[in-house]
């Protein structure tokens, strides 16, 4: 069974500074895909990136980007130029990749990290 | 906006009964999940459905079924209500071909 461990329950980080969450999995297989999602108050689960583990180039979304390092095992998420708009909790997420496209929705999460703006 | 909507918002139960939570997904999006969130955890998976057919669970009990409709929308039943079962619920759909999930705003159950 997968496992996703972020060990940084709450974060801070002044605004427009850059700040990185962390986090690592365990898995035995070789094809998957990592999510950073962002859950604002609001609760709506939102997608903030996304890498494929075939993929050795880093994954980049605007002020996103995540450094991937497939051995160790840890997918961590940079977040450049912060902005008030920023703070939420932050999951790190993993799903196996299936040969087809069908099935194996499964996403198994972290606890999340807390992410505070202060301005 | 994810294009995924779940209803109602807010739900209040007593222990025992029974709810049914709906998922309404963008067209195209044939399969979709549910997770159970409890407070100040990460959402946990209990089941998905495609083609309107479970075909993959996690570990929660029967009591927790579902359904998925040919026009897109689904349902999470929750039989013999117990505490614990307060969480926020979400579904997350996807289309064939895409590789990410999006998800709904969630419904808040609360049992008492």
């Known amino acids: 069974a997968q496992t996703v461990t972020q060990s940084q329950p709450e974060m801070s980080v002044q605004e427009a500074e850059t700040v990185t969450l962390s986090c690592t999995y365990d898995t035995s297989e070789s094809d998957y895909y990592l999510f950073w999602y962002k859950q604002p108050p609001s609760r709506q689960m939102i997608l903030v990136i996304r890498?494929?583990?075939?993929?050795?180039q880093n994954a980049t979304e605007n002020r996103f980007s995540v450094n991937f390092q497939k051995a160790a095992k840890s997918f961590s998420l940079k977040i450049s130029d912060s902005q008030l708009g920023d703070a939420a909790m932050y999951f790190c997420a993993y799903r196996s990749s299936p040969l087809s496209n069908f099935g194996n929705e499964k996403l198994t999460f972290g606890t999340g990290t807390r992410l505070t703006i202060i301005p | 906006e994810t294009g995924v909507t779940q209803s109602p918002t807010h739900l209040i139960k007593t222990r025992g009964q029974q709810v049914t939570l709906r998922c309404s997904s963008q067209?195209?999006?044939?399969?979709v999940s549910w997770y159970q969130q409890a407070l100040g955890q990460g959402p946990q998976f209990i089941f998905q459905y495609y083609r309107e057919e479970e075909n993959g669970r996690g570990n929660f009990p029967p009591r927790f079924s579902g359904l998925q409709f040919p026009n897109y929308s689904s349902e999470l039943n929750v039989n013999a209500l117990e505490l614990d079962d307060s969480a926020l619920y979400l579904c997350a759909t996807r289309g064939v071909g895409s590789a990410e999930q999006y998800f709904g705003p969630g419904t808040r159950l609360t049992v008492t």
């Open positions: 067209s195209g999006h044939n399969t």
């Open positions: 890498q494929e583990a075939y993929k050795q």
